[in-house]
């Protein structure tokens, strides 16, 4: 395991529910990371928090909100998604100055 | 726009031999990576090469780093049936910690 861990592993959801997603890592690092992955695509990366302040928002909608409380923790809440969000989220970590990141096993959404 | 791009799309070889993989990028970069991802999991880190680096080795993989055609190859020698995964190459440009993924390579290693 690379010290990352994501729950829940799988998740389905009605387009009108409200669930958030967890990351936690125990890796002593400092910066964050939320990725969607679809089938077909190149991985999307949707959010950044380095010391616990977003510093990148991909042009995400909304619909899906960040949260990250320290630096080790890292949530993503869900709310009226579309069928379209359907995909892999996936988290990652890293130390700030450093470019390898490691990833959580990732939660697979699907939405209704 | 993307920026890592993968080729082959799709890999499929015998156990024993090896693959072969590349990757083209558009822009400057500090360093680039691979990264080895099995069905629905998350994506493991492989290497990394720098910029001012040409060639890096680890056990059986081997990168190549062409700045100035701004490709990289992986090359996975004596392939072993549990190397079957997708493989995918990300760019790293500036120290913000921002990585840019390919689509990436699915390797089949049939036993």
């Known amino acids: 395991e690379t010290g990352v861990t994501q729950t829940p592993r799988h998740l389905v959801m009605g387009m009108t529910n409200k669930k958030s997603l967890k990351c936690e890592q125990h890796l002593g690092h400092n910066a964050m990371y939320w990725y969607k992955q679809s089938a077909k695509k190149p991985l999307e990366l949707m959010f950044v928090y380095n010391f616990k302040e977003q510093t990148e928002n991909n042009s995400v909608p909304s619909r899906f909100s960040p949260e990250c409380p320290n630096s080790s923790h890292l949530f993503l809440h869900l709310h009226t998604l579309q069928p379209e969000d359907s995909a892999l989220y996936l988290c990652a970590s890293s130390q700030t100055g450093t470019d390898t990141q490691y990833f959580g096993p990732g939660t697979r959404l699907t939405v209704l | 726009s993307q920026q890592g791009e993968e080729d082959p799309q799709a890999l499929s070889i015998q156990e024993g031999e090896n693959a072969t993989m590349n990757c083209s990028y558009k822009t400057s970069i500090n360093n680039l990576q691979w990264y080895r991802q099995n069905s629905g999991r998350g994506l493991v880190h492989l290497i990394l090469i720098r910029s001012n680096e040409r060639e890096k080795h680890s056990g059986r993989l081997r990168v190549t780093l062409d700045t100035s055609k701004k490709s990289s190859s992986l090359l996975i020698t004596a392939s072993r049936a549990a190397d079957t995964a997708s493989y995918f190459c990300?760019?790293?440009?500036?120290?913000?910690?921002?990585?840019?993924f390919g689509q990436g390579t699915t390797l089949q290693v049939k036993p």
């Open positions: 990300a760019t790293a440009g500036s120290n913000t910690g921002k990585l840019i």
